[in-house]
């Protein structure tokens, strides 16, 4: 491992707070697409990837410092239930994040604010085996799969993204402790990259097969390629609880990317419920206060949540 600061340290070392983007798919649906599908925003990879990059250089000119790749549910294994073979698979999941580093770049030249804030890094999305079945399992994580599984579904894609030039990988959503053990062991062969490692919660002290919390963080404290820990695509209502954990447990930067407060059933693909955020802004603040580092949006949030932390935190 080299002893090079991570990206994300790099950031946190010249500013308080690094602000994530919010949601892609409901960004590109709000532009038109149709997501019902079991490849979701991969879909949109293969039909209109221009559509992506115009997503990303929306969140850059919203405030983040950080896109967040197409590859949630770009799968070697998905891809291939639509009849497109593994070469071509791969070079899909590449093309996330070169789309994203495109976009940061057309971004970062034509930015007139460079010394209010850091140059953004793109961060090549690792969605759990759960997203792939297509069928809510990364709100549950038992799969009933072996760690070999686990492992050949994981490892093509993880190749693919580092050879794609990402900066940091997101491991995200992550729902059980077994693949949380999978990913960890992976990351070890592709020495010289850096990812975070965020969990979907049952509650604010357990991971979504029950596993607490802390015991999950564990595994990853010692490993010094993990730059970020934290939760993901859950609701807001029990943010505050886990980086109250987070903070009393890890020495690692936490990061934080909640949904908008809205219920997703998998069952039938739909949300229901209010936005509970309120103001995006403010809510940060008490996450900030808890111990959270890094802070963005998951699921049903847009530009306009990731501008107000922007206004809150690079005024």
């Known amino acids: 491992m080299s002893k090079n600061m991570s990206p994300i340290d790099s950031i946190l070392q010249d500013y308080p707070v690094m602000i994530l983007d919010g949601a892609l798919a ?4 709000s532009h038109g697409c149709d997501l019902d599908d079991p490849l979701w925003s991969a879909r949109v990879l293969i039909e209109n990837p221009e559509l992506i990059y115009q997503v990303h250089v929306d969140y850059f000119q919203a405030g983040a410092d950080c896109a967040i790749t197409a590859s949630y549910q770009a799968t070697i294994d998905g891809f291939s239930k639509r009849g497109i073979k593994k070469d071509e698979a791969l070079e899909l ?46 709100y549950v994580g ?13 490892r093509p894609r993880l190749e693919a993204l580092v050879e ?23 990351l070890k062969k592709f020495k010289d990259t850096y990812a975070w490692v965020s969990f979907s919660l049952k509650n604010g002290q357990a991971i979504s097969d029950g596993s607490s919390l802390e015991e999950c963080v564990r595994i990853f404290e010692k ?7 934290g939760i993901n695509c859950t609701p807001i209502e029990v943010a505050l609880d886990a980086i109250k954990v987070l903070h009393s447990t890890t020495k690692k ?5 909640p949904n908008s407060g809205e219920t997703y059933h998998p069952l039938t693909n739909t949300w229901h419920g209010k936005e509970s955020l309120g103001s995006f802004g403010s809510q940060s603040e008490q996450w900030l206060k808890a111990g959270a580092q890094i802070i963005g949006g998951c699921c049903r949030t847009g530009p306009h949540h990731i501008k107000e932390l922007k206004e809150k935190w690079r005024s």
């Not at 070169?98 to 930015?111: M, P, Q, V, Y």
């Not at 209010?116 to 085996?129: E, F, H, N, Q, T």
């Not at 990402?166 to 960890?184: F, G, H, N, Y």
Request: proline share 5%.
């Open 26 to 29: 409901t960004e590109l649906e």
């Open 93 to 138: 999941i590449k093309k996330t994040v070169t789309l994203a580093k495109r976009a940061r770049d057309d971004f970062w030249k034509s930015e007139d604010e460079k010394h209010l804030r850091p140059k953004p890094i793109v961060a090549a999305s690792v969605g759990p085996y759960g997203a792939f079945l297509a069928d809510g399992s990364e």
């Open 142 to 154: 038992n799969y009933k799969v072996t760690d070999a599984t686990l492992a050949s579904f994981h």
């Open 164 to 186: 794609a030039g990402a900066d940091v990988l997101a491991m995200e959503t992550i729902p059980s402790l077994q693949e949380a053990r999978v990913l960890d062991s992976l």
């Open 223 to 229: 490993n010094e390629q993990i730059a970020a820990i």
């Open 253 to 257: 930067p936490i990061i934080v990317y």
